[in-house]
């Protein structure tokens, strides 16, 4: 009896690491694609503000845009609604016990991939989430030992660890943001999937991958960064604020508009492809300039002004029929909001930029001890942790009692839906049945 629960486990991890390598091979194939094309129309990053007499289009870029634009537009209205699927359809999905709407999933894959590949201002982290459960949920028959939540989670979790070369926080997010739980008969079969996912990712593509340079050693802990570390997080949490209610307002206002979902990404595409020889930085993911400002290379002004630009371009791409990440907007603007710190004290450092980088990104997300992890494994530098976490906290914190747990459950609620809800609704159950059982003992 002892060795068939045994085995019944074992097979269960050996199970869910296969699920992840599956996954993991899938993503490389999602991430070479997009790669592929960024490397085409890649443009030079100016690090101070571009005069008009410097001023260059690029037509590469010109065609990838519009190109771009009019089959998202295509793939969009495609979709029901039409709405783009995501993380938060997962989370439903996991709560309820449901499987996943698979044609609408790998509908919004595909659209992923073109607004990623075309340059719009959005990133990869939330379609690769969906993009694995809905992998998993296709798989689901092979995987029966594996309860239906467990086999999601595994699933964004796969393909979170394979993208970002991160498998520590991607378990830690599908238990803190997916599975919204701890539980130790779901724990192991989703590290197993996140280290399946990894594994395959290191074989393909190598285990050197960093998406973050950090170079030099953080500034000793005493009361002024810490200071520092509080003002960083309380600013990370009203820009991330403002980021959350305009990504998931963004959409409704644009459907009031009545302009045919055919035709709504042309007009970011427009926009983007106007400011891109000024804002370089603003086209695409971003991650080249989040690594200049994390090397000090921008100015003060410009800092803030990229800030700024970041969440209104990500938003309404996403608002007009593009669709991607939130993950690496929200560390761009938060990179480029801490650097303007690193700038202003005169620290020579990049320690704030870290720790805006981290705070924006845990608000967007609404997890805010992976956020921490998922940086630090994708710059492999732990030392700036501890100050990380009163950053994180505090802007979470701000951007939880201002607009909600994060950008997926603020999307939810303008649908109507509150994961939370169900919570409280199941804690007043059980006090009600509670109360019964005393009367009758009673």
Not at 306 to 317: E, Q, R, S
Request: hydrophobic share 50%.
């Amino acid at each position: 009896m002892y060795l068939k629960e045994l085995f019944t486990q074992i097979l269960r991890l050996f199970l869910a690491l296969a699920l992840g390598n599956i996954i993991g091979f899938a993503t490389f194939a999602f991430y070479s694609i997009v790669s592929f094309a960024l490397d085409i129309w890649k443009l030079d990053i100016a690090t101070d503000f571009v005069s008009f007499s410097d001023v260059e289009y690029s037509p590469i870029l010109a065609i990838f845009l519009f190109v771009g634009s009019i089959i998202a537009g295509l793939i969009f209205n495609l979709l029901e609604g039409p709405r783009s699927h995501g993380p938060a359809d997962l989370m439903v999905c996991i709560r309820n016990e449901d499987s996943p709407n698979l044609k609408a999933g790998f509908i919004t894959s595909c659209l992923t991939m073109v607004s990623v590949s075309s340059g719009s201002s959005v990133g990869m982290f939330g379609p690769i989430i969906h993009y694995g459960g809905c992998i998993a949920a296709s798989l689901e028959r092979f995987f029966k030992l594996l309860s239906r939540g467990v086999v999601l989670a595994a699933g964004g979790a796969a393909g979170i660890a394979a993208l970002f070369s991160a498998p520590i926080a991607a378990s830690i997010f599908a238990h803190e943001m997916l599975l919204r739980r701890f539980r130790a008969n779901e724990s192991l079969p989703v590290v197993m999937a996140a280290l399946g996912g990894y594994f395959a990712a290191v074989m393909l593509l190598g285990d050197n991958r960093r998406f973050l340079s950090i170079v030099g050693d953080p500034p000793p802990l005493d009361p002024t960064s810490l200071g520092l570390a509080i003002l960083v997080g309380i600013f990370s949490g009203l820009l991330s604020s403002l980021y959350v209610y305009l990504i998931g307002s963004g959409p409704g206002w644009v459907k009031k508009t009545n302009i045919s979902p055919i035709f709504r990404p042309i007009i970011p595409a427009t926009i983007l492809f106007i400011i891109s020889p000024f804002f370089p930085q603003l086209i695409g993911p971003g991650m080249p300039a989040v690594n200049l400002a994390l090397a000090g290379e921008f100015t003060f002004l410009l800092l803030l002004t990229l800030a700024f630009l970041k969440i209104i371009a990500t938003a309404m791409c996403r608002s007009f029929g593009f669709h991607g990440g939130i993950l690496l907007p929200a560390c761009f603007f938060g990179a480029m909001l801490g650097s303007a710190f690193d700038v202003a004290i005169g620290s020579g450092s990049h320690l704030y930029a870290i720790l805006g980088a981290a705070a924006c990104t845990g608000s967007a997300i609404g997890a805010p001890i992976a956020a921490v992890v998922i940086l630090f494994e994708m710059s492999g530098d732990y030392r700036f942790i501890v100050l990380a976490l009163v950053s994180v906290s505090l802007s979470c914190q701000i951007s939880r009692t201002l607009v909600g747990r994060s950008t997926w459950d603020f999307g939810l609620r303008m649908r109507g839906i509150s994961l939370d809800d169900d919570s409280e609704r199941q804690a007043k159950l059980k006090t009600i049945i509670r109360k019964k059982s005393q009367v009758k003992k009673t």
